[in-house]
């Protein structure tokens, strides 16, 4: 069974610019929800897709925006860079409710894209 | 307002035992989560409570009392590879998954 997965790990950018962060859940999870987490700092809730569509959506401004896809993978797209949006961009999956077994609603967390807004 | 407190740093001694408390206050509750965080690694999951009272799970355990919006996470036997991050996490009681994170703890294990 493979885990969530995301790419790219690191990356820089320059302010004003433009950036897109993928991730691939985990096997049978069809919920995805994306995380920003600064440096000594809990993460924080940006958004959350299921069957494709946003149905959460925390306190960031419209150019965080996001994309699920059939196969149930996520794009964060972050746009006119600023430097305090440099974090570690964290993707978490989880199973369906009711899925069988013990269902906590666990996150899954993937090992998260570090961005650096220079 | 949504508002998780837990403590910044902690220190202890391998071998011994550590509590990491948690406080919280949110407009809704749908279970309260602990993860645990390696620097520059993914959170992982390591307990759940919904119900009030202890939950344990080898050398770590959760308890949970609502009525006091308080939480806390004891490792015992502690080991040097416990030194890490300690996020206590709550689910609200809207129709998404999402968690509400504390700061995290920083547990330092000394030899």
């Known amino acids: 069974e493979t885990g969530v997965t995301q790419s790219p790990t690191h990356l820089i950018k320059t302010r004003g610019q433009q950036v897109t962060l993928r991730c691939s859940s985990q096997?049978?999870?069809?919920?995805v929800s994306w995380y920003q987490q600064a440096l000594g700092q809990g993460p924080q809730f940006i958004f959350q897709?299921?069957?494709?569509?946003?149905?959460g959506r925390g306190n960031f401004p419209p150019r965080f925006s996001g994309l699920q896809f059939p196969n149930y993978s996520s794009e964060l797209n972050v746009n006119a860079l600023e430097l305090d949006d440099s974090a570690l961009y964290l993707c978490?999956?989880?199973?369906?409710?009711?899925?069988?077994?013990?269902?906590?609603?666990?996150?899954?967390f993937g090992e998260g894209s570090r961005l650096t807004v220079l | 307002g949504q508002n998780i407190d837990q403590p910044t740093e902690m220190t202890a001694t391998e071998g011994a035992i550590v509590q990491i408390n948690c406080t919280y206050q949110?407009?809704?509750?749908?279970?309260l989560f602990w993860y645990q965080q390696h620097a520059g690694e993914a959170p992982t999951f390591l307990s759940y409570?919904?119900?009030?009272g202890l939950e344990e799970k080898g050398r770590f355990s959760s308890f949970l009392s609502r009525s006091k919006g308080y939480s806390y996470l004891l490792l015992k036997e502690l080991q040097m590879k416990d030194s890490a991050s300690y996020l206590c996490?709550?689910?609200?009681?809207?129709?998404?998954?999402?968690?509400?994170f504390g700061t995290g703890t920083l547990l330092a294990v000394q030899p």
């Open positions: 978490a999956s989880s199973p369906p409710r009711g899925s069988g077994g013990v269902n906590t609603g666990e996150l899954f």
């Open positions: 096997s049978g999870h069809n919920t």
């Open positions: 897709y299921y069957r494709e569509e946003e149905n």
């Open positions: 949110t407009s809704g509750f749908n279970g």
């Open positions: 409570n919904v119900l009030d």
């Open positions: 996490a709550v689910r609200d009681g809207g129709a998404t998954n999402k968690l509400i």
